[in-house]
């Protein structure tokens, strides 16, 4: 987590990561159009190509402003073998410019399928003596409900790699409690799961004093996130639910610690989606994301102490 | 579920699904060997032409005596782009020989996100006037983690796309336990899970007497089986965990009614790696798996009533 704490540091402390979940509605006509026409009837290829064009001027435009950006799996696997060719480039090229890649993908399976699931994201294939990475961010996202068994091997791999893992503890979403809110003597799941992600990380703890297994704790849920901070004082949190979703800068400010540190807020729609607010041109979106990442940085920094 | 369970009464009731969750080491090294020599400096392409090699001469073993066969997208995911091409030809090739797809990608996300991955899965991508399905399955695993936000996309498409859905409610794998065991008023999170899943399948109900909202139950935990089985009446079970993991045929029985329906039994490892036990020789991996599924049809027969 050092890593994405010094890029933070970097960038003037500004604990933001900007959410590359491209809806094909999100990016401007004149992109989705030419890249279209340009290829013909391999139109997937067409759409995942608009939707790299899209990414690649966020990423000109945010990648000295902003530490971190987080593709979600979800909007390139809609595309097919295409979207992923896209989402692989996506990854790429953030690399390049030196951000610090989020996937989130939100896997999580038995043992030896969780092996596979974080070969592929955090570890390396292996065939005889051959070896490569599939795909390359710093981090995942994974889901606690098959147990520590599903969430091991993404911890070893994170060691072994210097990677990140983010756990799933309190999601931003309105049906979250339907399970997470659950009490079990007198405990909720959220403060159940939190404990686990906690030891989970408690041998890699690193110089800034936070592990390398971070927690997922929506905006959303201002309370929760404080009971959490409270109960996981070395777990990173990583705050989804900012913005359209509703989460507010001085909700997002409960998980900061007094450096300023321990969260980084997400932002998709808000950033991806800024220049169809307001008196922006569509081949202004870049432009218009930047602005919205600077305003969102002072709204933290105004909560944040 | 209709579908699945005409597939299973038509292969003289056998409610059997081959995992094809290829790891390397399972496939016979002639196959390996010369996938790999063959594509040279393109290591990738070759390790996932001989997954794709061993997954077709599986299939062409097993099409004609059981129903259905069940990826695990992980094992395709750690060869990237190649891997993902050798799921799309596996899932083609599956559906030509007539088999009924099960793609084991255990996704759960918020609403929006969640309807993503669901138009990767069971949807349709659309562009202006073009449409396509990037992936062809007959229904995907989800987790519940999330709430029903991200369980209720699934079922919309389900029912739109004539597909199934299996939520995770009880998983096989020795830590399941550590969260779908607690107990919340005295009721385990396994079984709230399974009422909310049963109320997800409420309405779509099919022909016979169950809806298209499946839950996986594993094998392994016997009594809680038997407890969601009385509590799910109308939902059909995916049993991991036969085999290899641990599970028998007389536990894999009690989740089955007194028509003989009710689930489907998974077997990977077991009908896969046949061949690496007894005296066949590897170019005979086709027929070993043959003659497992054989066996573990007569092993199951004899326990469901």
């Known amino acids: 987590m050092d890593k994405l704490i010094e890029k933070i540091i970097e960038k003037d402390n500004t604990p933001i990561v900007a959410g590359l979940d491209p809806k094909i509605d999100y990016v401007p006509e004149f992109i989705v159009k030419e890249c279209m026409e340009k290829a013909g009837d ?11 064009e899209f990414n690649r001027t966020l990423i000109d435009n945010l990648y000295d402003i902003v530490p971190a950006v987080k593709p979600q799996s979800a909007y390139y696997e809609m595309y097919g073998i295409e979207g992923l060719i896209c989402l692989q480039k996506t990854i790429s090229y953030a690399e390049k410019k030196g951000l610090y890649v989020l996937l989130d993908v939100k896997r999580g399976d038995i043992g030896a399928t969780a092996e596979a699931y974080s070969t592929a994201y955090l570890g390396e294939t292996v ?23 599903g969430l091991k091997p993404f ?18 979403n309105p ?5 997470q809110d659950l009490k079990v003597d007198g405990m909720p799941i959220y403060e159940k799961m939190g404990s686990m992600v906690s030891a989970l990380g408690a041998d890699n703890v690193e110089q800034y004093g936070y592990s390398r297994v971070g927690a997922v704790v929506g905006a959303t849920y201002p309370q929760q996130m404080t009971e959490l901070r409270s109960l996981m004082p070395n777990t990173f949190f990583l705050i989804p639910g900012y913005g359209a979703q509703g989460g ?15 969260g980084i807020v997400n932002s998709s ?35 944040i102490k």
Do not use: H
């Open 42 to 52: 391999d139109w997937q290829k067409g759409a995942a190509d608009a939707l790299f």
């Open 127 to 149: 065939v005889g003596d051959k070896k490569a990475r599939s795909f390359t961010p710093d981090a995942v996202t994974v889901n606690p409900y098959l147990g520590t068994d």
């Open 155 to 172: 911890v070893k791999d994170a060691v072994r790699f210097d990677k990140d893992v983010f756990v799933l503890v309190k999601t931003s």
């Open 175 to 179: 049906s979250s409690g339907e399970l």
């Open 248 to 262: 507010k800068a001085e909700d997002c400010a409960l998980a900061f610690d007094e450096r300023g540190l321990g």
């Open 269 to 303: 729609r808000g950033i991806m989606c800024a220049y169809k607010k307001g008196d922006w041109k569509p081949e202004e979106f870049g432009a218009a994301a930047r602005c919205e990442a600077i305003n969102m940085k002072e709204a933290l920094k105004n909560c």
